[in-house]
């Protein structure tokens, strides 16, 4: 079975400074990939996507993400945030077949000046 | 084209009343598919459409809980005598071929 692991639940970051939210992923193929970011009380956004070719995934809103197969890793990056950066974020994993959706449980992230 | 629609965008039921959520997909998109999402969790797998077809549900799809997407246009989940546990975001997506596109959700509280 597929599953997601974000081991971080909330991370505090200054205005300006980088960013790195980790994933770790179980699947038994070749997965596909995904980064969303929730408001609060809000749908889910895409920010970028993995389903093969080049690892490293380029996002909207300046966002990558880069596949590690033999790290079984998918972290998102920023290298500079901004406070409108403040969300709730979630990897994901599909199922090439159905493109069933795994979820993490999300990693909130806090911006202060 | 304006995205995947739900509706309402919330609603406070009873507990024991039932509730019925709808959502218009993109209109191009062949794939539906219903999440449900807990305070402090990620979107869990409910169910999902093929066209009319619905392919697959979760064991958390219990039996008070019926899908329909008829004619494979929009979708609408049911939810019959609620109990305090159903309270949560009901998140309804669709795709093709990957592209997948989330609605803003519905937000049921039962009291």
């Known amino acids: 079975a597929q599953s997601v692991t974000q081991p971080d639940i909330h991370i505090t970051v200054s205005e300006g400074a980088s960013l790195e939210l980790r994933c770790n992923y179980s699947y038994g193929a070749t997965p596909y990939l995904f980064w969303y970011v929730q408001s609060p009380g809000q749908g889910l956004q895409l920010l970028l996507k993995?389903?093969?070719?080049?690892?490293l995934v380029q996002g909207i809103k300046g966002f990558e993400a880069e596949f590690k197969r033999s790290q079984s890793s998918f972290n998102l990056r920023k290298p500079s945030v901004h406070w409108s950066d403040a969300a709730e974020y979630f990897c994901?994993?599909?199922?090439?077949?159905?493109?069933?959706?795994?979820f993490g449980t999300g990693t909130r992230l806090t911006i202060i000046p | 084209d304006t995205g995947v629609s739900q509706d309402p965008r919330h609603k406070i039921t009873k507990r024991g009343q039932n509730v019925t959520f709808r959502c218009d997909p993109i209109?191009?998109?062949?794939?539906l598919y219903w999440y449900r999402q807990t305070l402090g969790q990620g979107p869990e797998f409910l169910t999902y459409f093929q066209n009319e077809a619905q392919l697959e549900k979760s064991r958390l799809l219990s039996d008070r809980f019926s899908a329909e997407r008829p004619k494979g246009s929009f979708s609408t989940l049911e939810i019959q005598r609620t109990e305090q546990g159903d309270s949560a975001m009901y998140l309804c997506?669709?795709?093709?071929?990957?592209?997948?596109?989330f609605g803003s959700g519905t937000r049921l509280t039962v009291v």
């Open positions: 997506a669709s795709s093709l071929q990957g592209g997948y596109t």
């Open positions: 993995y389903f093969s070719g080049d690892t």
């Open positions: 994901a994993v599909g199922n090439f077949g159905n493109e069933k959706l795994t």
């Open positions: 209109s191009e998109h062949n794939r």
